[in-house]
């Protein structure tokens, strides 16, 4: 499965792992040597992250060069829209946000955290921000254009993943979760709809609208309902556990094409989740099954993740065996799928959408509100 070849990270990014093994040293999994060495890289990231945090963010994009092209995605507070740099051609994907929807949802700090983890975040498996800029009566974020889709529309394309493909995304996700969580950043938003799949068939995580810095711990109640962990639901305070609990969902969502709590009310989905009633399909492998229970634990103190050897649990894992997780990380596997796409300016990824103009009010909205963006 081990490559050469690189998919796609950038040459800044990329890590480099200590020299291998020696025979006497081989071991099946991540040894604690390895890990250290890549917590030396993780610290290097999170000092870059930390430095741009504190920084305004120097763009060179102006805003008249975008060109608006077509609609990828909606949701609650806005779209995300396609757009074309008229100057270089280069594409992007520009998330709009409605000011006035934002107050009115309550979503205005959600929304400010969104637009400085996008500016401050830098991994392989992550989207990031290219620039921002707002008007009279909308906030944009403009990001690179992911041309694959969302994993969700593949998912329900291929009904399910089989094993080496989940495989292949679960250890990006769990490599992205482990970043994020280095830089003290909870996602909270973990789900099929939010991970694209990029034109080298490799991850990028988007939607960072419930991702904040944590600090102890938190009490609000966000996310999506088959998605959410057992603690979020019982408000009892919660942190980083509550990524990897979503990470098991998802593990057991790619790997059966449907989630593993469901029902047609959220009360009803809440009641399993909390009970941590589930079943396995008997298509999944006994590693699988066993990873999944070690994921799906309502008692954090038995959840993968967040036990004293936090990630190495995931990447020392029977399931993960034959995981080359240096070699992921600097996207040198061979991805077993490739979305297809005819050209850049393909969407055949991506539902389609009805237009809808932007019209800015002629006076500016909430200015003193957004003042900060
Ligand atoms: N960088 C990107 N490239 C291509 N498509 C994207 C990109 N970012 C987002 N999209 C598409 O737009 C959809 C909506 O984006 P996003 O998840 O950020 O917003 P949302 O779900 O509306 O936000 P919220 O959950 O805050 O309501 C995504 O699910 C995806 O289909
Ligand atoms: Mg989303």
Known sequence: MYSHKSFGTSRSMSYRAGSPNTSAEIHDGYTDKQQEQYTKYLKKLKTEFQDRWGQKPNFSIEFSDLERLKTLGSGAFGRVILLKHS???????????????????????????????????????????????????????????????????????????????????????????????????????????????DKNGYLKITDFGFCKVLQGRTWTLCGTPEYLAPELILSKGYGFSVD?????????????????FYSNEPM??????????????????????????????????????????????????????????DAIVNCRVQPPFVPKYKNAYDTGNFDKYEEEPFVPASYCRYESVFIDF
């Not at 889709?149 to 996700?173: C, D, I, T, W």
């Not at 609990?245 to 593993?260: D, R």
Request: hydrophobic residues 40%.
């Open 87 to 197: 100057k270089n051609n280069k594409l992007y994907a520009m998330k709009v946000l409605e000011k006035e929807k934002v107050i009115k949802m309550k979503q205005v700090e959600h929304s400010l955290y969104e637009k400085r983890v996008l500016e401050a975040i830098r991994f392989p498996f992550t989207v990031s921000m290219e620039c921002s800029f707002k008007d009279n009566s909308y906030i944009y974020f403009v990001m690179p254009f992911v041309p694959g889709g969302e994993m969700f529309m593949h998912l329900r394309r291929m009904n399910k993943f089989e094993e080496p493909l989940a495989k292949f995304y679960a250890s990006q996700v769990v490599l992205a979760l482990e970043y994020l969580h280095f830089c003290n950043l909870v996602y909270r938003d973990l789900k099929p709809e939010n991970i694209m799949i």
């Open 268 to 325: 009803k989905t809440y009641e399993k989740i909390v009970a941590g009633k589930y079943r396995c399909p008997s298509s999944f492998s006994s590693d699988l099954r066993d990873l999944v229970r070690n994921v799906l634990q309502v008692d954090i103190s038995k959840r993968f993740g967040v036990m004293k050897d936090g990630v190495l649990d995931y990447k020392n894992h029977k399931w993960f065996k034959g995981i080359e997780w």
């Open 244 to 260: 990897w609990w979503s990470f098991g969902v998802l593990l057991y969502e790619m790997n059966a094409g449907y989630p593993p």
